[in-house]
């Protein structure tokens, strides 16, 4: 397969050029208009796959509802909104739930599957902070332990690669070593950590934070909290969702101001109703509402509860309301996610030898075209 367009995204520009797939990886880039092409897409822009480290679910399916067919159902949904690999997402929940949600994850995955590529697990909750738990079941909070999570990340076939946690109720931050040393990237969420706390935990191996300015105390310029270390912790990864709901415009641009390009990742939090009509849904067992403008809620409250929004429309909203940059646009979208999880060998970036995934999109920032692997999927 060899195709072409006149913006196509390399090494942080958009380049003319064409794209040679070749079993499921970019063969070679070529000069636009070397050879002879199968699609040319004119002045459409390819930017790599992107990629979504934390999603519950969509389509009406949740990772906790535990079932390959909902489950391969939602992946190759995500693949229709250029998301070509992704991170289920559990929610707080009983051991049986969260023992089953991951489970089914390993063995889809054992399996095979057609579908967005399902990059590891990221495990949110129940290791949370009861006074910032968001939407999170209190009843299942629990004070962390390395025992317990072992037992998950055996049922998980070792695919649990983030897990979100309140590391200051980590006692001696032995679950916050145990993970960073054994490949699972620690996400400071659902928090009530303090500044100094934060760097504590950061210096016992946390690399990141879950959806910045959700789950956690305010920014306060005498106690910055973990929003202050978001944003002052250069090196930790710090997730973002950017549907205006959440975190509105001006916070989200000064976090990436503060952070930088390479640093910032896009979520959607996304929840089982992505892609349903507006009405009444459940997480983790709570009852949630969708409202008009596309998040959920705890039934009756104000409580945000996660998001609906299209990946290609989140990219579309940093570039044309939070005002960023291309190349930190699509670094949030894709590579910075890819190194966050260590597969930036492979994905989020479009060179020769990484894998064909790819998405097309047009000046509205809708779906043309997605390759998955060097196929067509949409």
Not at 278 to 295: H, K, M, T, V, W
């Amino acid at each position: 397969m060899l195709i072409q367009s006149k913006n196509v995204w390399v090494s942080g520009n958009f380049i003319e050029a064409q794209i040679e797939m070749e079993d499921g990886v970019i063969k070679g880039i070529l000069p636009y208009g070397t050879k002879e092409v199968d699609e040319d897409y004119g002045e459409e822009k390819i930017i790599p796959g992107m990629i979504d480290i934390h999603c519950h679910g969509g389509l009406g399916f949740d990772t906790n509802d535990a079932h390959r067919e909902g489950l391969v159902m939602w992946a190759k949904g995500l693949l229709e909104e250029g998301i070509t690999g992704f991170c289920p997402t559990t929610v707080t929940q009983s051991v049986e739930v969260l023992t089953n949600a991951v489970k089914n994850v390993a063995d889809t995955v054992k399996e095979g599957y057609e579908g967005a590529d399902i990059l590891g697990i990221h495990f949110e909750g129940p290791y949370l902070n009861m006074k910032n738990k968001g939407a999170q079941p209190p009843q299942y909070i629990v004070v962390p332990s390395v025992e317990q999570f072992k037992e998950y990340q055996e049922a998980a076939n070792g695919l649990i690669k983030i897990i979100t946690m309140a590391c200051e109720n980590d006692p001696d931050h032995a679950l916050t070593r145990y993970c960073s040393q054994n490949g699972v990237c620690v996400s400071m969420g659902h928090s009530g950590t303090t500044f100094d706390q934060a760097l504590i935990a950061v210096a016992n191996g946390a690399t990141g934070i879950t959806h910045a300015y959700n789950g956690m105390n305010g920014l306060h310029h005498r106690e910055p909290s973990l929003v202050g270390a978001a944003m002052a912790l250069k090196d930790t990864y710090a997730e973002i969702i950017c549907d205006g709901n959440h975190v509105v415009w001006p916070a989200i641009r000064a976090l990436i101001d503060a952070k930088g390009k390479d640093h910032c990742i896009m979520i959607d939090d996304a929840l089982c109703a992505k892609g349903c009509a507006p009405g009444e849904y459940f997480l983790g067992g709570n009852q949630i509402e969708i409202r008009a403008n596309g998040s959920a809620y705890l039934a009756g409250t104000n409580t945000l509860a996660g998001g609906t929004m299209k990946f290609n429309k989140g990219l579309q909203n940093l570039i044309e309301k939070v005002m960023v940059p291309w190349e930190t646009a699509v670094n949030m979208v894709s590579l910075n996610a890819a190194r966050y999880l260590g597969v930036d060998d492979h994905k989020g970036k479009i060179v020769a030898g990484y894998d064909a995934d790819l998405v097309v999109l047009d000046k509205n920032f809708d779906i043309v075209q997605v390759f998955h692997h060097g196929k067509k999927v949409k």
